[in-house]
């Protein structure tokens, strides 16, 4: 007969597991577990097996036992962890795509009725449309304030009616029609709190950004910081090419302005001694332009012209005898 550990020594089994669990991984997710079955979070664990250990317990245990091993091994990042957990919550080590395991995770969840006293997680909008009750059930759709009209015998909700607001308690003529009507408005499995990955902590919603987001933000990033260097005349990689072209425009004005002279000012100023020259550059541009395109509506205006047929062609003539 198998000897059933004491207390004691699970806490010992449970310590030991956990630590192990944090030497051999460096990403974990926390997991809140609020109404989530057994049998649930079974099909979870089978679901991540293989990369993947959902690890659940008291947050007690769960922090004296972190607290110790960032002690013992000097991991002062492990202490970033203990302080995730908070509520129902659960750990999911994991060596795995982050994004792809909080997608498997996701799988999981299941509809769940609306019990009586439970805290609704969202809006419950009951929508229009006939209900299949009798009509003695009408009184009970007046209680709530839920407009209805019998047709066909049966009783049909003429708009769409916000029952439960999201935060508010279910109550039990709420929870009683939700029953009546075959809705279950709630989902329920392990949510994402948060993501721990070798001592950063951030939000899940990172795991949903794409390359062309992180691109767009790195570019607004710069952005800024060449608008802030320019502003301040401190030199960056990012203000560099402005500042040269900047810098070049002020000499190039000074240049102007005196009789000082460099090789890239040189045309600018014959330019303006004699502004004619502008229209002597221009003209061989503007001439092959519209040699261009004159020589394709020459050769459109000859697409569209159709070929005449001549009578000898068409194999008679006007002074033909007959």
């Known amino acids: 007969m198998a000897v059933k550990p004491t207390k004691a020594e699970k806490k010992i089994a449970y310590d030991q597991k956990l630590c192990q669990l944090l030497d051999e991984y460096s990403q974990v997710l926390i997991a809140s577990a609020d109404n989530v079955g057994s049998n649930q979070l079974q099909g979870i664990r089978s679901g991540l097996r293989g990369d993947s250990v959902v690890l ?10 972190i607290r110790l091993h960032a002690e013992k091994t000097g991991n002062d990042n492990l202490r970033k962890l203990e302080q995730l957990l908070v509520g129902n919550v659960g750990l999911i080590f994991t060596k795995g795509d982050l994004k792809e395991v909080r997608e498997e995770i996701a799988k999981y969840k299941v509809g769940a009725p609306a019990r009586v006293g439970l805290v609704a997680p969202i809006d419950v909008v009951v929508p229009p449309g006939n209900t299949g009750l009798d009509p003695s059930q009408t009184s009970f759709f007046q209680v709530l304030n839920i407009p ?8 049909e909700i003429i708009t769409a009616v916000e029952l439960i607001k999201k935060g508010e308690k279910v109550g039990s003529s709420e929870a009683a029609l939700l029953a009546k009507l075959g809705i279950r408005p709630f989902s329920y499995g392990l949510n994402i709190e948060s993501v721990y990955d ?3 902590v951030f939000s899940p919603e990172v795991l949903d950004l794409t ?6 933000r790195f570019a607004t990033g710069v952005s800024m910081v060449t608008s802030l260097s320019l502003a301040i005349s401190y030199p960056t990689l990012a203000a560099a090419p402005h500042m040269f072209i900047n810098g070049y ?9 005196t009789d ?3 090789p890239q000012a040189e045309k600018v ?3 303006l001694k004699d502004p004619s020259k502008f229209a002597v550059a221009a003209a061989p541009a503007a001439g092959a332009a519209s040699a261009a395109g004159g020589a394709a509506a020459a050769v459109e205006e000859k697409k569209e012209e159709p070929e005449e047929e001549s009578d000898e062609e068409i194999g008679f003539s006007l002074f033909d005898d007959e």
């Not at 209805?148 to 009783?155: A, S, Y």
């Open 260 to 262: 000082y002279d460099f």
């Open 56 to 65: 659940m317990g008291k947050n007690t245990m769960m922090k004296r036992s």
């Open 249 to 257: 425009k002020n000499v190039l004005a000074i240049a102007v302005a």
């Open 148 to 155: 209805t009209k019998i047709n066909k015998g049966t009783v």
């Open 269 to 271: 100023k014959e330019y």
């Open 198 to 200: 070798d001592g950063s």
């Open 211 to 216: 390359e062309d987001d992180l691109l767009l």
